[in-house]
C-alpha cells in the first residue's frame, strides 16, 4: 500500500514539478529585444507607461533618455483658479545592474499639470515626460515612481538599459527607442512610444538606435527588417461553445516562427565611432511586428530588436464607430452583429448602435448608464488583458466584460479560477481558464484560454439579458 501510494503521489506531483522547474529555468524575457511596457492597470492609481534606452551623445558622453506618459483619466485633477490640476512627484533612480546597493543616480521632480478640459478625468490622452541623465557607460535598472499628489497614490516601473563604453574596441549596438507621429493633431512631432501594444492612429513610426564600430579598415553592416508574426486576432467564441482545439492559433496565440517579411534594408559604417540611425515606416496594420537590427560579423554578432502591436485607433479607448461596434459582439445576435459590421459610414453605425440599446432597454438615462458600464469595462479589459490581441477579444476579456471582476481568483501551474461568489466549488458563477504556453521569452504573454462547457450556456444567456433589459445595474455582477 505505501508502495502504491508514493507511485501516486509521484503521478499527480510530477507535472506540478516539471511546471515549477521550466518556470525556473526559462528566462522572463529576452534582454535582446524590447517590448516596452505593460498598462499595468490598477484602479485608483497613476496609470504609467515607461522606457529607458542608453545612448552615447555626438561628444561620446553616456547618457539615459527616459520617457514616460502619464494617462490624464487616471490622476485626481482639482479645480484651481478655473482650471483643473494634478499634482505630480516623480522619482527616478538609476541602479548598478551587477550591484543593486550602488545607486548611480537619484533624481526627484515635482509639478502640475493643468488644463481647461472638464472631460479630463475620462481621457486616455496622456502627459509626456522625457529627461535625459548623464551617467557613466554600463550595464543598469531604472526605478520610475509616479506620485500623485492630491491621492497620495503611487507606482514603480521598472526598465533595462545599458550604454556602450566608447573607450573599448569593440563593436556595439544600443537599445532601439520607438517614437510615433500623429499627424491629425495640432502639432504633430515624434513622441516616445513606451508600450507594446499602441493605436492605430499613428501616422508614422521611428526606429533609433546607436551603433558603434572603432576599426575603420572594418567595415560594419547593419542590416534591418520589420516583420510581422501570425497571432490570432479572433473574437473569442461563445463560453458554451466547444473548446478551442491545441494545434489552432486561437490556444496557442502566436507563433514567432511564422512571419511575413514587411521591409528589409542593410546600410554600412565605414567611419570609427558611433552613429545614430534611424529607420522611418508609415503605419502598418493592425498586427503584431518586430523590427530588428544585427551585425555581420560572425565572430562577434550583435542583435537588438523592438516587438510592438498595432491595435484599433484610439486603443485602449473605445471612441470611433467601429470600436463602439466591435464589442458589441457579446450583446447582439449573429445576424444583428453582422449587418451592424458591415456599414462603413460612421453615423450610420452609431445610430444603429443607439437603436439597438434604446429598443432593448426603453429608458434613456438607464440606457446611458448601461452604455456607460459597458464600455468602462472594455476599457479596463483592454488595460487588463491585452496580449497577442485587444484585451476585450481575449477570454478573461470576455469574462470581465459580461460578469465584472470576480470575487475571488487561484492561479496554479497552468489554471486560473475566478470565482463570483464565495462557493469556489460548485457555483454556476465559477470559470476556469487553461495556460497554453509558460510565460517565458520565447512567449512573452501571459495567456488564458477559458475551459467551456455547454452548462455555461444559461449563464451567459442569462448575463446577456441583465445588460439589454438595464437590469445590470442593479445587480453586483
Known amino acids: 500500500m505505501r508502495f502504491l501510494y508514493k507511485r501516486s503521489f509521484l503521478r499527480v506531483m510530477l507535472p506540478f514539478i516539471s511546471a515549477l522547474i521550466i518556470m525556473s529555468c526559462a528566462r522572463s524575457s529576452n534582454p535582446d529585444v524590447q517590448r516596452g511596457s ?52 516623480i522619482d527616478v533612480r538609476v541602479i548598478n545592474q551587477n550591484d543593486a546597493e550602488d545607486v548611480v543616480e537619484s533624481k526627484h521632480y515635482e509639478f502640475d499639470i493643468e ?124 463560453m458554451f461553445y466547444n473548446n478551442y482545439s491545441r494545434s489552432t492559433i486561437e490556444y496557442n496565440g502566436i507563433r514567432y516562427s511564422s512571419e511575413t517579411q514587411v521591409q528589409q534594408s542593410q546600410r554600412k559604417l565605414l567611419q570609427e565611432g558611433s552613429v545614430f540611425i534611424e529607420f522611418k515606416f508609415a503605419q502598418q496594420e493592425r498586427g503584431n511586428y518586430r523590427f530588428s537590427v544585427k551585425t555581420n560579423k560572425e565572430e562577434n554578432e550583435l542583435f537588438k530588436a523592438r516587438d510592438f502591436a498595432v491595435r484599433s485607433e484610439n486603443y485602449p479607448g473605445v471612441k470611433s464607430a467601429k470600436e463602439l461596434a466591435r464589442p458589441l459582439v457579446y450583446l447582439m445576435d449573429e445576424d444583428n452583429y453582422e449587418d451592424l459590421m458591415a456599414l462603413e459610414d460612421p453615423e450610420a453605425i452609431k445610430e444603429k448602435i443607439d437603436r439597438f440599446w434604446l429598443k432593448n432597454i426603453g429608458d434613456k438615462y438607464v440606457t446611458k448608464n448601461v452604455i456607460e458600464k459597458y464600455y468602462n469595462r472594455v476599457v479596463q479589459a483592454n488595460k487588463q488583458f491585452s496580449s497577442f490581441k485587444e484585451g476585450w477579444k481575449t477570454d478573461p476579456g470576455l469574462v470581465y466584460i459580461l460578469f465584472g471582476p470576480p470575487v475571488y481568483v487561484n492561479r496554479r501551474a497552468e489554471t486560473m479560477l475566478w470565482a463570483y461568489s464565495n462557493n469556489v466549488v460548485s457555483s454556476d458563477y465559477n470559470f476556469r481558464f487553461t495556460r497554453p504556453r509558460v510565460n517565458s521569452e520565447f512567449f512573452p504573454f501571459t495567456h488564458y484560454v477559458l475551459n467551456r462547457t455547454r452548462q455555461l450556456y444559461d449563464v451567459q444567456y442569462q448575463q446577456k439579458q441583465l445588460w439589454l433589459s438595464g437590469l445590470i445595474l442593479q445587480r453586483r455582477l
Do not use: C, H
Open 38 to 89: 505593460t498598462y499595468k492597470y490598477r484602479a485608483g492609481y497613476p496609470e504609467v507607461r515607461f522606457s529607458a534606452v542608453g545612448f552615447l551623445n555626438e561628444q561620446n558622453q553616456p547618457s539615459i533618455e527616459i520617457a514616460a506618459d502619464i494617462v490624464y483619466g487616471s490622476l485626481i485633477f482639482k479645480e484651481v483658479d478655473g482650471s483643473q490640476q494634478a499634482n505630480i512627484a
Open 115 to 238: 488644463n481647461s478640459d472638464n472631460n479630463l478625468i475620462n481621457s486616455q490622452q496622456s502627459y509626456i515626460f522625457e529627461k535625459r541623465l548623464d551617467v557613466p557607460a554600463g550595464e543598469y535598472k531604472v526605478y520610475f515612481t509616479v506620485i500623485d499628489l492630491n491621492s497620495d497614490k503611487d507606482i514603480t516601473r521598472v526598465a533595462n538599459t545599458g550604454i556602450p563604453n566608447p573607450e573599448i574596441n569593440k563593436i556595439d549596438l544600443t537599445d532601439i527607442r520607438m517614437l510615433g507621429k500623429d499627424v491629425d493633431t495640432d502639432s504633430a512631432q515624434w513622441l516616445p512610444v513606451n508600450t507594446y501594444n499602441i493605436p492605430g492612429r499613428l501616422d508614422s513610426l521611428m526606429f533609433i538606435f546607436q551603433a558603434t564600430n572603432n576599426n575603420s579598415d572594418e567595415p560594419l553592416t547593419i542590416n534591418s527588417q520589420l516583420v510581422r508574426f501570425y497571432a490570432d486576432d479572433s473574437i473569442p467564441r461563445p
